[in-house]
């Protein structure tokens, strides 16, 4: 069984992180079911463990909270679902590089039910979308933004930290950083694509796609994205 809680308001940053790690020290003892929690967050920046200081370029602009999870900088904000993944990663095959796929998955069903295509890109950690009515890249190809982010970390095999899906943010908070250290390439929201998208309507369809792609075939979950 897989516990669904969702905080209503702005969840502080070091209270999230410390009841996350509770919460997958006691699933990893047996004390306590998997679990995921959805928040949103006050404007502000994480650092994962693989975060170049040159990448925080505007260090002042939102507090900055150095993180174990992986990866570089993030940001998280109102209007951004942010969804803990808490999961027993032994007991799902320990497959790390698995796991982080259907992660991926994950959030590529979940944009499908709004009829959005998101895409994973080699080398660039999180989910994209085209934008084919922007100037395209050097290299002739449709330029793109990125939806969502993916930063995760395990202790005794259980995962927590997770996905970030950004719904309606305010974009121009992600100009104090280099996301994810990716330069060359934008981010994008549900609502700055024009879909009328609420924060309840992703709820219900991060519900909706994750037996399909956790619990139904975990092994082909990480085959092909859906």
């Known amino acids: ?9 702005l969840t502080d940053y070091r209270t999230a992180e410390a009841w996350m790690e509770a919460r997958a020290s006691a699933i990893a003892a047996g004390e306590a079911e998997e679990c995921i929690w959805l928040v949103e967050h006050p404007p502000l920046y994480t650092a994962g463990t693989s975060a170049r200081a040159a990448d925080l370029t505007e260090p002042d602009r939102f507090p900055v ?29 320990r497959d790390v590089r698995c796991f982080v796929r259907q992660l991926e998955n994950w959030v590529i069903a979940t944009l499908d039910q709004f009829n959005l295509r998101g895409e994973i890109r080699p080398g660039r950690v999180g989910v994209w979308v085209q934008r084919p009515e922007k100037p395209a890249q050097v290299d002739g190809s449709p330029a793109e933004d990125k939806i969502a982010a993916i930063g995760i970390r395990l ?28 330069a060359d390439h934008g981010v994008t929201s549900l609502v700055d694509l024009g879909l009328p998208v609420t924060m309840d309507d992703v709820d219900l ?13 975990p092994a082909g979950s990480c085959d092909t994205a859906p």
């Open 1 to 9: 069984m897989v516990e669904w809680i969702i905080t209503d308001g």
């Open 155 to 182: 202790r005794k095999w259980v995962s927590f930290h997770g996905i970030s899906i950004n719904v309606e943010p305010d974009l121009s908070h992600f100009g104090g950083i280099v996301p994810c250290g990716i």
């Open 205 to 217: 369809a991060l519900r909706a796609t994750f037996d399909d792609v956790f619990a139904h075939d």
């Open 65 to 93: 909270y150095p993180t174990r999870r992986g990866g570089q900088y993030t940001y998280h904000g109102p209007g951004q679902r942010v969804a803990y993944v808490m999961l027993n990663v032994a007991a799902r095959g």
